[in-house]
Structures are given as structure tokens and as C-alpha cells.
């Protein structure tokens, strides 16, 4: 069974930092890549970073130089380092295999002071 559980979601200020993890199973993650999208109130889900198995990422201009992609195959899981958070980046953060239908259930994100 396919499953992407993510954690790490919170209450953060204007500003400040937070990591958000998404645990992989039942795939070979090694060889997959993966991807953070998120869906605030109202608006379409869009993507955020995205990794490949070499470790190439890539990111939107709305994130680029505040969000950092990474990966542990050791430990079948992709993070997402989140910086400078702005209240605009407030949503739920979902990860997903590239290319695939396999979402998480999300982890909220919420920038406020």
C-alpha cells in the first residue's frame, strides 16, 4: 500500500522558519521524484519545489531562495525547509509523487503574528 504521511505543519511568525517532513511508503522512493505542492483557501493547489532522484530541484520565483528541497532515501522521506516565511505562504502544504495521484493527506501551515 502506497502512503505519504507528512508532518511538521505549525504556527509560525512572519519571518520565521519551519521544516515540514513527508514520510514515504510501500514505493521505491530512491527512484521517484517528488514534489511539495500547496493549496491555500480559494486557490488552486500549486507547486512549490520539486526533487528528482539525482537530487536536481527546482522552484517557483514565489519561494525560490526562501524553500529548500531535500531527501534521506535512507529513511524513504522528502523535507521541505521553509525560510522568511511570509503570511501569503499560509496553506496546506501537500507532498506527491511526481506525475502520480499519490498526495498525503497535508499539513497546515500558517504564517501569522
Known amino acids: 500500500q502506497v502512503q505519504l504521511v507528512e508532518s511538521g505543519g505549525g504556527l509560525v511568525q512572519p519571518g520565521g522558519s519551519l521544516r515540514v517532513s513527508c514520510a514515504a511508503s510501500g514505493i521505491i522512493f530512491s527512484l521517484l521524484t517528488m514534489g511539495w505542492y500547496r493549496q491555500a483557501p480559494g486557490k488552486q493547489r500549486e507547486l512549490v519545489a520539486a526533487?528528482?532522484?539525482?537530487?536536481?530541484?527546482n522552484y517557483p520565483d514565489s519561494v525560490k531562495g526562501r524553500f529548500t528541497i531535500s531527501r534521506d532515501n535512507a529513511k524513504n522521506t522528502v523535507y521541505l525547509q521553509m525560510s522568511s516565511l511570509k503570511p501569503e505562504d499560509t496553506a496546506v502544504y501537500y507532498c506527491n509523487v511526481r506525475g502520480s495521484d499519490i498526495w498525503g493527506q497535508g499539513t497546515q501551515v500558517t504564517v501569522s503574528s
Open positions: 526533487i528528482t532522484r539525482g537530487g536536481s530541484t
